[in-house]
Structure formats: C-alpha cells, structure tokens
C-alpha cells in the first residue's frame, strides 16, 4: 500500500544521507506501527546518535513505549 511506498522512500533517503533525522524517524514510526519493534529501536539508536535532541527521537521512543 501507500505505507510501504513511504517507507521506500524514506529507506531510498536514507541509502543517501543515513543521519536524516526525518527519515529515521519516519521510518522506525513506520516499523514500530507495524510490530517490527527490533527495527524501530535499531532505528531510534541511529535517531538518537545523529539527533540527540530530537523531537522525533522523543516521537519515536514514546510510540515504541505505547506499542509494548
């Protein structure tokens, strides 16, 4: 669907500029929306290292406290 379409997009930005905050957070959202939790915090680790501090990283880790 469109998600996933998204979540290419972002995966494409990424493969360019890894430390795209927007991007990282963009996608962990996505992973941790679909119960890909490992992902999502591989992803947050990434987040926090590139944008420590982030809204997005505050974003991305409440929604990985709201999925456990």
């Known amino acids: 669907g469109r998600t996933d379409k998204a ?4 995966e494409k930005v990424l ?17 941790a929306n679909a119960g890909r939790v490992q992902e999502a915090k591989d992803l ?6 590139a ?7 505050a974003r991305l880790k409440a929604a990985l406290t709201v999925g456990k």
């Open 51 to 57: 944008a420590p501090a982030s809204a997005g990283a």
């Open 15 to 31: 493969r360019a500029r890894p430390q795209h905050a927007e991007a990282l957070e963009a996608l962990g959202l996505f992973h």
């Open 44 to 49: 947050l680790a990434q987040l926090e290292r």
């Open 7 to 10: 979540a290419a997009v972002w």
